[in-house]
């Protein structure tokens, strides 16, 4: 079951696809995210440093070397992948807010 504290500040700031009654499953940045953050340091995370992007804009102005990156770390080991990701299935959709986040840390550090 996913910590609330980490669904506050990943999925429900910055995923669009979150349902709440779905926290059995675990997009691949939300592991990341949980297994290397508090849930105190996330939430100052992204209190302090939001991501300046938004899931929506963020496929029209993709870093490609940063998302090969992610593809790798994050997305290979997400559970939502084997459904299909409207975002990997040819950036159909926005990716989830883990990713969302993970992509604007990768490129503050540019």
């Known amino acids: 079951m996913k910590d609330s504290r980490y669904v506050e500040s990943v999925c429900g700031k910055f995923c669009r696809y ?12 939300y592991k990341i995210l949980e297994q290397n953050l508090t849930a105190s340091e996330l939430s ?47 950036y159909s959709g926005a990716p989830c807010g883990g990713y969302t986040i993970l992509y604007s840390l990768f490129e503050s550090e540019k």
Not at 18 to 29: A, Q
Not at 72 to 79: I, L, N, R, T
């Open 18 to 29: 979150y349902k709440e009654g779905k926290e059995e499953l675990y997009c691949g940045g």
């Open 44 to 90: 100052e995370l992204v209190k302090t440093s939001p991501p300046k992007l938004k899931s929506d804009n963020l496929i029209h102005q993709l870093n490609l070397e940063t998302d090969k990156k992610l593809r790798v770390f994050v997305c290979d080991k997400c559970d939502f992948k084997l459904d299909g990701c409207d975002f990997r299935d040819g």
